[in-house]
T-cell receptor, first 117, second 109 residues
Framework: DTGVSQDPRHKITKRGQNVTFRCDPI?????LYWYRQTLGQGPEFLTY????????KSRLLSDRFSAERPKGSFSTLEIQRTEQGDSAMYLC???????????????FGAGSRLTVL | RKEVEQDPGPFNVPEGATVAFNCTYS??????FFWYRQDCRKEPKLLMS???SGNEDGRFTAQLNRASQYISLLIRDSKLSDSATYLC??????????FGTGTSLTVIP
C-alpha cells in the first residue's frame, strides 16, 4: 500500500448526470475525509468517516452529494444531477488512529477532477 | 465566517529572501495547527505542525499565537523549489481539519 488512491483521476460529464468517485485509503488508517477544491481556493471540507461511521456530513454542499464507506475501507462520493458549479477537484485524505502512527497528519490522494459540461 | 483566513498573495520574492505568511482562525477551541504545501496540480502535503512554543525545521519556522488566534510561517533563504501554495490548516475537535485559501509563493531567480 503506497498511499491514498482515487479513481477516476478525471471525469467529464454532462450536466444532469450522476458521478461517483472512489477513494482507497492507506490500509491501516481508520479515518477518511472528502474535500472539494476549486481553482485558487484551499480544500473545502465535505465529510469524514471513522471506520464505517459518517461522523460529520453537515458540510456536504447539497442533498445531491452523498458519501459512503460501507465496510470501513474504501469510500465513495456520489454527486447526483451534476451542475456546472460542481466542476472541481475532489480530494480524499486518510488519517491514522494513533499519534504514534501520525494521527495528526492527513495524507491526500491525487484527487479526482470533475468537469461538468 | 470562514474558519481560517489567509492572504492569498501572490508573493513574488527573489532567491535568498525571507518571506512570512500569516493566517488567522476564528474558533478559539481549535486544537492543533499545521502548514501544508501544495504544488501546482498536486495534492496538499504536510509541511510542518505548529506548536504553541513555536518550532523550526531547517529554513522554516512556525509560530502560534493563541491569544490573537493567528499562525505564521517564516521561510528563510528562499529557494526556487519553495515556489508553491502554502495552506494554513486548523484542527477542530480532534477530527475536523479546515484549510485556508492558501498563499501563493513564487521564488524568482
Amino acid at each position: 500500500d503506497t498511499g491514498v488512491s482515487q479513481d477516476p483521476r478525471h471525469k467529464i460529464t454532462k450536466r444532469g448526470q450522476n458521478v461517483t468517485f472512489r477513494c482507497d485509503p492507506i490500509s491501516e488508517h481508520n479515518r477518511l475525509y472528502w474535500y472539494r477544491q476549486t481553482l485558487g481556493q484551499g480544500p473545502e471540507f465535505l465529510t469524514y468517516f471513522q471506520n464505517e461511521a459518517q461522523l460529520e456530513k453537515s458540510r456536504l454542499l447539497s442533498d445531491r452529494f452523498s458519501a459512503e464507506r460501507p465496510k470501513g475501507s474504501f469510500s465513495t462520493l456520489e454527486i447526483q444531477r451534476t451542475e456546472q458549479g460542481d466542476s472541481a477537484m475532489y480530494l480524499c485524505a486518510s488519517r491514522a488512529l494513533s499519534l504514534a502512527s501520525g494521527a495528526n497528519v492527513l495524507t491526500f490522494g491525487a484527487g479526482s477532477r470533475l468537469t461538468v459540461l | 465566517r470562514k474558519e481560517v483566513e489567509q492572504d492569498p498573495g501572490p508573493f513574488n520574492v527573489p532567491e535568498g529572501a525571507t518571506v512570512a505568511f500569516n493566517c488567522t482562525y476564528s474558533n478559539s477551541a481549535s486544537q492543533s495547527f499545521f502548514w501544508y504545501r501544495q504544488d501546482c496540480r498536486k495534492e496538499p502535503k504536510l509541511l510542518m505542525s505548529v506548536y504553541s512554543s513555536g518550532n523550526e525545521d531547517g529554513r522554516f519556522t512556525a509560530q502560534l499565537n493563541r491569544a490573537s488566534q493567528y499562525i505564521s510561517l517564516l521561510i528563510r533563504d528562499s529557494k526556487l523549489s519553495d515556489s508553491a501554495t502554502y495552506l494554513c490548516v486548523v484542527n477542530l475537535a480532534g477530527n475536523q481539519f479546515y484549510f485556508g485559501t492558501g498563499t501563493s509563493l513564487t521564488v524568482i531567480p
